[in-house]
Each structure stands twice: as C-alpha cells, then as structure tokens.
C-alpha cells in the first residue's frame, strides 16, 4: 500500500473514530493490528499507530480530565514506545487541574477525583499480590526537595473500598458503628493511616501500636447542612459513640472556637468535628494544605484529589506558595510548622518543582521596588540550604559547649513524668525546635502568627536539626516549638484553633486535662491583669478586672447538648471602638438573618464601666469628638450558630480580622497604625470594596522569590548560647565538640 494511502488512512480515521470514546478507539486499533505480520499491515499499523498518538494528544494536553486517565493513557503511550505529546511534568498539569476542579462546572462534586478502584488501571504492581497495590517510587524526583530522609521506597495500598471500610472499622476502634453517614466525611490523617493498612493482620496491628499515625484523630465534617441541622447532626453523632463506647465509658466533650471533640480515655481515639460548613466533601479535599492529607472517606468510598494520589506515588508533598500565604478562607489554606514535620516524620517529604527553582535565577527583581518592598540580594536555594545547615552545627556545638545534656533548656508546660524520665536516660544530647530561637525571632507583621515558615532560610534551620535527629546525632522532641514555649506566659501562644498541649499518651486523665483547661484559661486572666499592671491596656477608660474575668477561650462538659448551650459560649475579651463595634454586630446580624437564622444574637457586648471616675473620663473624651475612635472594652462570643465557618463569608473574614487582633493583644494599644489598618480592612469587608494586595496575591513565582530571599532576623538574645557574642554570619564563634554532635558530624555527612 503507498504511504498516501496510508496517511488517507490515518485521516479516515482519526474522522471515524474522533467522536468515540478514546479508550474503546485505542483498543479497536490494537485488536486490528494485532496479529498482522505483512508488510503492507506494517504500514496500516504505523499509520495507525500515528492515529493512537493523535488521539492521545488531546488527553495529554487537556487540563479537564481525570487524573486517573491521564496516568493511563501515559501508560498505554509509554508501553507503546511513544512520547509524551506535550512534555509537561505531571505536578505542573495537576496544579492546572486543580484550578478546574474549584470551578462551578455543574458536574457532580465527585468528577474528576480518584477512588480505590482506579488504582487496579493506574498502577502496575510489581507483584501478583491480591492484597494490596503496591506502588514503587521513584529513587529522585527533579527540582530541590527537602525532609524526605523517611521517604518510604515503597508503599503498600488498600486494594478495595470494601478492604479499606474492614481496616477503617478496625483502626477506629468501632467508635462509629453503625452511624448515619449522610452528610458526613471523614479526611485527613486517619484516612491515610487506613489507606497505608491493607488487610494484613501484622500491618493494621502496627498502625494501633507503633505507627505515625497512632495518635491521629478522626476528623469528622458536616457537609450539606445549616448550622442548626448541623448541631442536630453533632448530637446524632455524640449518642452513636456514647453507644459504642458504653455506659462505663466517660466522654468529655472540648469545644474551642473551630472545632468540637469528643475525648474518652487513651487510647480510644479522640472524635473532632471540624466548625465548618461545606457544600460537598470535595471542597473539604481542596482546602487541606499538604497534598497527602486530601484524602477522605464517606464511609463507602474513598475520595482523593490528584495531588494526594501523586503524593502517594511520590512521597512528596508539592511546594506552593499557598502553604505559605494560604488562608482558611481561600483556595488553600496555610500549613503550619508543626504539620510540616509531621508528614516528615510520616515519610512525606516538601518538593519543590523545578519550574520554581528557575524563576530564582531568571526573576526580574525590579518588581519589588514596585511593591515596595526592600532590595533583594538574590541568593541560590543549594546555598541557602547549605549556609543553614552550617548555621545549626554550630549552635549545637555552642550548646554541647555550654554544657547542654539530655535536658532541654526551653520547654512548656506540662511534660509528661514519662517524658521527662526518657531524657535523663538519653546518652546524646535533646533539642526542641525552640532551642533555635530565642524571643526576638517573630514577625514583624502584626496579622500573621510566628512560624517557622516565615521563611525559606528559618524552614532550612530547622530542617537541619530535625536531619540531626533522624540521623541520630541527637534526640529532637518535635512537638516543642518557640512559639509556644515564649508565649505560654502570656496565653496567646497558641492558635486560635488548637486544643493546648497536653500529653495524649497512658499518663492521660479526663480529671488532669480538665485541669489543665482551667489553667489555660486563667492565664488569659493572668496575661490581661500582667498587661495592666505594665501600663500596656488603656485602663483608664476601661472596666479591666470584669472584662478580663469574661474571658473563656475553651470550654468543656460531659454531654454535648451542654456543650452547645449558651452556658458554653466561647467569650473572648477585645478592645475595640464604638464605631467597629457598631458595624460589626450590623453586619453579622444581617448576614445570619439572610442565611435564615432565626433570632440571631449579635457577637460583640460593650462592657460598661461600673466605676464612676471611668465613666466621667470616657464623657470627657467624648467631649472632645472622638467618641467613636475610643478603644472600649467588648465581650466577643461564640454561640452554637456564630461558632459555624463558611455560614457568609463577610462573617468569617470579620472573625478572622478579630483573631488577628486578638492574637496580639498586647501591641494593639501600642500601634495607632495597627488601629487604622484594623478599620480599613474592616471597611473592606463590609463595603465588598477591593482590598489591597497582599504577597499571596502576586504572581506565584515573584511570590517564591521573595519568600526565599527574606532572611531570618537578627535573633542575638540577651542570655544563654544564644546571647551576646553569638555570630549569626560567620564561622568565628565555632566552637567544636568532643562528640559528633554539631559540626563534626555535618562534615562527616558532606564527605
């Protein structure tokens, strides 16, 4: 046959077959040349050969399939000996992808998301084990990774939805036997834990002793529902466990201001009942930070974003600015420090695509002056790493010096007896996170907590020491960190949506953590009469002792319809104006009345002052027209509706605003800007008017930029190893160890 019959072929065909499914096509093709030995067949079968490519193309290059399509026609094309129609690297495509799953295409909320049952297509077992699908990994991916010395070789995957609900049932203790699933979705670690367990007695007993997720919680989110039916739902749920547990088994039921858990004795595991209303389970998938955790279980099926299926292939969590700047509010929001090292330690490590290692070499930096932001030197990402690493092997050196054992030199408090004991049988020295940095390393940003990942090079030093201790030239206590060690004394050390620390281990008592709650909410107490005494709130316009008494930050009781009446409210003393106060209630109570609340109460309550010379000063002010700038004292509460994310968004941009305040009392009286910038973000939110760009709306990569060249700050304390004396630049100050501890041991690893 000519070859222009054979190219007329090939145009016939792609005609005939372009409007059929692909896959049945692909097959057609296969099954007619199949056995076909002549020459002229050799033809029609390269011809058509050239037909299977055109028709993968359209796969390969649309950003609207499924992710399990495209990692089988990438197989098909790779078994085929053909090459990849456009080249693009996987996690590039899954980020666009991503894009069109949060947009309203009208398809049901499950398009475009992998089940267990795709995997069978997906991935090639190395074995013929019917157990489980196993996943080889790749020995490197591209681009700059880090935490991934745990990084598994290999993993082994539940084979079925129906295996998967067995380990589940299992792994869970039953605690949710025979539960009403309708508008429930069980995500996050739990999930994963499961997925890791295929149906092998040794491995899902390993899960229950000595796994990393021995301790993970089953996240539990209401979907679907309002806020009234939703608190219904968290009763239905409460009596299911009550049930299950039995009468002889105690519940205390927690609430903070994001979520409700249910807490029995260990190792029964903790319940927690994420306060957020969402529409459908994927939008709960989408908004988790790491790519492994967006997995999730509607006690049927298994649902997994692409990026969570990668992660699985991988080992790697993919790199976006959004773990950075994400916001709870937006696409994705914000990992935190702690999560970060978690999934390290669980073998998932943070990849970097290579796509941002270019845009360090290639970004214009004129684009900063523009933003106003400070000049940049422009720094290599391997440098900034090594320079990091470097950083750490002497303050550890510093620290063996200084005489530092077993006993870490800042802790919070409690640390279990446990705990405290291991550390004096240690022979190597212990480190905490917070061992790297001393008071003065927060941000300067009044509206962002601190965080180790304020920047790439402060990420980098603690990555070095957390390498240190997987290497095992130390012990690393991880659940230590300096944001909670400095500001413990003040109680606004922790997240607004945290449960404070408290060992979840054999020491655990329902009695020691209810005691431990009353402290965590005396210290508030405590941290606003410290501020008084110190001149910091403006207690002469104020009623201080009555508005700092009204302060509840977390609350408890043994039934959960206790625990969702008023009695139970979350109220958290701020100070604000008359004028923001105003606007705020408003803008609430219209909102929850739009969404159909009935009756709804207003958030913000003024504390009048009940002495009369506070009266008279406040008259006196307003006298003198700034009556509504006056910062007054105002009860903040929660109720069983207010306590509800994502009922409008104007109200959960408010509370946010709120929090932020809030999280940092202290400065707020000292900044007439941070007021001013308080009102204008307010304004905003209520007019709907644009707001001003922050750094994660720039462009992706610019974003990156920045982020990797902000250097840590000059984080010289006043005492200990981190006191005067301590260079930050240099290698002046090395100290040296008898021990392969600090430097000695990073030149050992380097060679």
Partial sequence: MPFADSTRISAHASSEFGDRDTSETLAQINEMTGSSEGGEWQEVRGALTSIESDLRRPILESDTISYADLVITRLNASSAGAVDATGRDVDEWILKNERWLRSSNGLHWSCGLVKIQDFSGM????????????????ESMSGHNILDLKRAARIRLQPSASDFAKSFHHITQGVLKGVDWNNLFVAGGIVLGTLLSPPDVAIVSQITSDSEFTKSDIDLYIYGLGPVAACQKIKEVYDIIQSNLGPDVPILVVRNSKTITFF?????????????????????????DLDICAIGFDGEEVFMLPRAVRALETG????????????????????????????????YGIRILPSYVDALRSHDLGVFGVLGSPPFRMQDIDTIAKTSKQWVSRLIDRYVKWGHTTTPTVVPSPISQGIRES???????????AMLESRKQIKSDFWSPRSCLSGFALLMRHVALWERGVKGHIRLEEDIWASQVYSASTADGYSYYDTPKYPWDDSFTLDGFVAH????????????????ASGVSPTHRVSFDRLAKMGIRMTYASDV?????????????????????????????????HAGVENPQLPLRVIDSCMVHERELVEEINEHGNAGQVSIPVAWTLDSISMWQQIDRRIDEIFELIWASYRSLRRSFISHD?????????????TGSPRSPSLGHQNEHTAFVKWVNTDPLDDQGNYGVMGEGWSHDTDSDKEGSENDFGSEADTEDNA
């Fill in 123 to 138: 991935f090639r077992s190395p074995s013929s084990d019917s157990s489980a699908i196993t996943i080889v990994r790749p």
């Fill in 264 to 288: 029995a004795k260990y190792p029964i595991r903790r319940i927690q009942i994420v306060l957020k209303l969402v529409k459908n389970p994927k939008d709960v998938l989408l908004n988790f």
């Fill in 316 to 347: 790697y969590n993919v790199f976006t600015m959004d773990l950075i700047h994400g916001h709870f509010l937006g696409d994705r929001r914000a990992s935190q420090q702690d999560r970060i090292f978690k999934y390290a330690n669980r073998g």
């Fill in 423 to 433: 550390w004096s049988r240690e022979t190597i020295p212990v480190f905490t996170h």
């Fill in 517 to 532: 709650i009353d402290a965590y909410n005396t210290a508030l107490v405590n941290a606003m009469h410290h501020d008084n």
């Fill in 561 to 593: 319809s206790l625990i969702l009446d008023s009695s139970h409210n979350i109220v958290v003393p701020i100070f604000l104006s008359e004028m923001c106060v105003h606007l705020i209630n408003r803008t609430v109570w219209e909102a929850l009345c």
């Fill in 674 to 686: 941070v007021r001013i910038s308080f009102e204008e973000r307010l304004l905003a939110i209520v």
